[in-house]
């Protein structure tokens, strides 16, 4: 299984920018996925997670600021990325917890980060 992230860039504080990320391999089934992030010198933090069923959870300093959505059909999930501020600079990584097989175990995937810069 392969997550490949995309969309990051360079944007002016105040700016949008719109993430995909696209999971791809030997799926059975997707149950959540979710956006982390990771700042220099800093830990890894969740952003945003989004539920097989639609539901979804937002760390409080991007309520209302961004949006996670997904696309069962095609495995993908956006983050759509408002006001952004220079403290949203970072690396985001998209994570998926996916059962291979039928009635197999689940397990943690990872893409690789893309990079998000808010100039300020």
């Known amino acids: 299984v392969q997550l490949q992230a995309s969309g990051g860039g360079l944007v002016q504080a105040g700016g949008s920018l719109r993430l995909s990320c696209v999971a791809s391999?030997?799926?059975?089934?997707?149950?959540?996925m979710a956006w982390y992030r990771q700042a220099p010198g800093k830990q890894r933090e969740l952003v945003a997670i989004?539920?097989?069923?639609?539901?979804?959870n937002y760390a409080d300093f991007v309520k209302g600021r961004f949006a996670i959505s997904r696309d069962n059909a095609k495995n993908k999930i956006y983050l759509q990325m408002n006001s952004l501020k220079s403290e949203d600079t970072a690396d985001y990584y998209c994570?998926?917890?996916?059962?291979?097989?039928?009635?197999?175990?689940?397990?943690?995937?990872w893409g690789q980060g893309t990079l998000v810069t808010v100039s300020s």
């Open positions: 391999g030997t799926i059975f089934s997707i149950d959540h």
């Open positions: 994570n998926a917890n996916i059962q291979n097989y039928y009635k197999g175990e689940k397990s943690e995937y």
């Open positions: 989004i539920y097989s069923g639609g539901s979804t």
